[in-house]
C-alpha cells in the first residue's frame, strides 16, 4: 500500500502508535519522571497534529518534529518546575520568618499584659485615697502641692505614700521586668 493512499489522520494515528513510547523515553531521560512524561508526551502529539495539519508536515518529517516539540517541553517543564521551587523557598522563608516575628509578638504583648495586670493588682491592693492620689500625681499629672492642698495632707505625707507604692510595684514587676530584659 502507498503512503500517499492514507489520510492525514491515519498516518498521524501510525505516527503516535510508532513513536509515543520512544518519545515518552526520551521525555523521561530529561525529567527523570515517568508519569509526568507521559503526560508530556500526550502533550506533545496533540500539538504536532494540531501544527503538522496547519503547516502541511509529511510523515518524513513528522518525527523530527515531534521530537523537537517534546525537547521544547520537557524544557519548559524543567523550567516551571525551577521556577515552582525557588518560589516555593523564597515563601517557605518569608512564612518562617512571619512565623517567628508573629511568637515574638505574641510573647511581648503577653508579656505586656502580664505587667499591666500586675501593676493593676498593686496598685488597687493598696487604699481608695492613695491610689487617686497616685493616679492624680503619675497618671493625671497634677503638682504635689495641687494635691496637697485638694487632700489636706502634707507634702512629706504625699511623698511618703508615692514612696511605698513605688517599692510595692518594684518588688512585684521585678521578676517580670528581668523576663523581659
Known amino acids: ?5 492514507f489520510s492525514f489522520d491515519d498516518l498521524f494515528v501510525m505516527c503516535y502508535s510508532r513513536y509515543f513510547n520512544s518519545v515518552t523515553r526520551y521525555i523521561s531521560s530529561l525529567i527523570f519522571n515517568e508519569h509526568i512524561s507521559e503526560e508530556i508526551a500526550q502533550d506533545v502529539f496533540m500539538k504536532a497534529y494540531e501544527k503538522a495539519d496547519a503547516e502541511n508536515i509529511y510523515l518524513e518529517k513528522l518525527r523530527n518534529f515531534i521530537f523537537t516539540i517534546a525537547r521544547n517541553k520537557a524544557f519548559d517543564h524543567i523550567k ?6 525557588k518560589k516555593y523557598r523564597e515563601y517557605h522563608f518569608q512564612e518562617a520568618e512571619m512565623d517567628a516575628g508573629f511568637y ?3 510573647e511581648s504583648y503577653c508579656i505586656d499584659g502580664e505587667i499591666i495586670s500586675t501593676l493593676n493588682d498593686t496598685i488597687n491592693s493598696f487604699p481608695e485615697a492613695q491610689r487617686n492620689l497616685y493616679i492624680d500625681i503619675f497618671i493625671n499629672k497634677k503638682q504635689v502641692k495641687t494635691i496637697s492642698s485638694d487632700y489636706h495632707i502634707s507634702v512629706y505625707k504625699i511623698r511618703k505614700i508615692i514612696r ?18
Open 1 to 5: 500500500m502507498d503512503i500517499k493512499e
Open 80 to 85: 516551571k518546575e525551577k521556577l515552582e521551587a
Open 104 to 106: 515574638t509578638d505574641l
Open 164 to 181: 511605698e507604692i513605688n517599692e510595692k510595684i518594684k518588688d512585684e514587676l521585678g521578676p517580670l521586668m528581668e523576663t523581659v530584659n
